[in-house]
Every structure is written in C-alpha cells, then in structure tokens.
C-alpha cells in the first residue's frame, strides 16, 4: 500500500514558477513509477507528466514540455514537479500518482492517488 501526499501549491502569476511535491509512506517510488496529472472544473483529469525510475521512461504533455520537470529525491520517497513559466491555462488542481513498474500517461492504469494540491495562475 502507498499513501501520497501533495503540497506546494499555491497562487502565482503567470511567468512564475511552482515545486510541487509528492511524499509517499508505505513504499518508496524505488519499484513504482509516478505520474502527475490536473484536473481543472468542469474537465476531465489529464496526464501532465510520468516517470519510471526502474528503466528511467520519462513523459510529457505536450502543453507543459520544456516548462515542467519530474524528478525525485535520492531517498526515493518524494516525487516533485518542477512547473516554470506558468500560465493562467496550468490553472488546475493538481494530482500525484503511483503505479507499480513502468510509467503510463493513462490515468485509469494507477492504483494510488493524492489527494491534490491547488494551482492558481493569475494573469
């Protein structure tokens, strides 16, 4: 079993930047893979980013590549999402992931979640 917990969110203007993290109790993200995802009102939750430690697969959205960056901690037990020159349009709330082995960008192949974390970009 893996917990996640979320934080880091919170108000910026556009042009600003973000680190969200993800902590994980239970297990490390040493055999799992971790994705982020959003979800904004009134929309369907979409991927953002993933990454798999085990064979180092790393994906994108197209609309956050160049701008975010998936990464984690040496203790192997926080994932973190590394958001730059945001934009009003990155307005969402923001969802940590975990699946066993190797990284998906489809949201119905994780098994644990967060709770999620807030983001707001003003313009």
């Known amino acids: 079993q893996v917990q996640l917990v979320e934080s880091g969110g919170g108000l910026v203007q556009a042009g600003g930047s973000l680190r969200l993290s993800c902590a994980a109790s239970g297990r490390t993200f040493r055999s799992y893979a971790a994705g982020w995802f959003r979800q904004a009102p009134g929309k369907e939750r979409e991927f953002v980013a993933a990454?798999?430690?085990?064979?180092?697969?790393?994906y994108y959205a197209d609309s956050v590549k160049g701008r975010f960056t998936i990464s984690r901690d040496n203790a192997q037990t926080t994932v973190y999402l590394q958001m730059n020159s945001l934009k009003p349009e990155d307005t969402a709330s923001y969802y940590c992931a975990a699946r066993y082995g190797s990284s998906s960008e489809r949201v119905d192949t994780y098994n644990y979640w967060g709770q999620g974390t807030q983001v707001t970009v003003s313009s």
């Open positions: 990454k798999s430690w085990s064979n180092g697969n790393t």
